[in-house]
């Protein structure tokens, strides 16, 4: 079974570099980058595009880490809160109170 997922994968890894290929020999045009502040030297269409999914992903990954991130403090905080609610607990049954 892990060899099967292991040529999946490996065959996926090899359509998704193929079709990247081709998707960069069929754009293949120079086009400038205008970003308000700046022109950027031309580069091939795919360059920019492939740039562009690249950084997304990229912010995509760092917005989600923070929400990740804030949920883990929270669960944190929760469970350190039942642990105490806990021993009090355990405390008062012991002194019977």
Known sequence: MRLIRSILVLLLLLLVLAVGLLFTIQNDVLVPLNVLVAELPAQ???TWIILS???GGLAGLAASS???LRLQASRLRSRRLLNAQKAKF???KLTGS
């Open 66 to 68: 923070l929400v990740i």
């Open 90 to 92: 355990e405390r008062s």
């Open 44 to 46: 091939r269409l795919s």
């Open 53 to 55: 999914f690249f950084l």
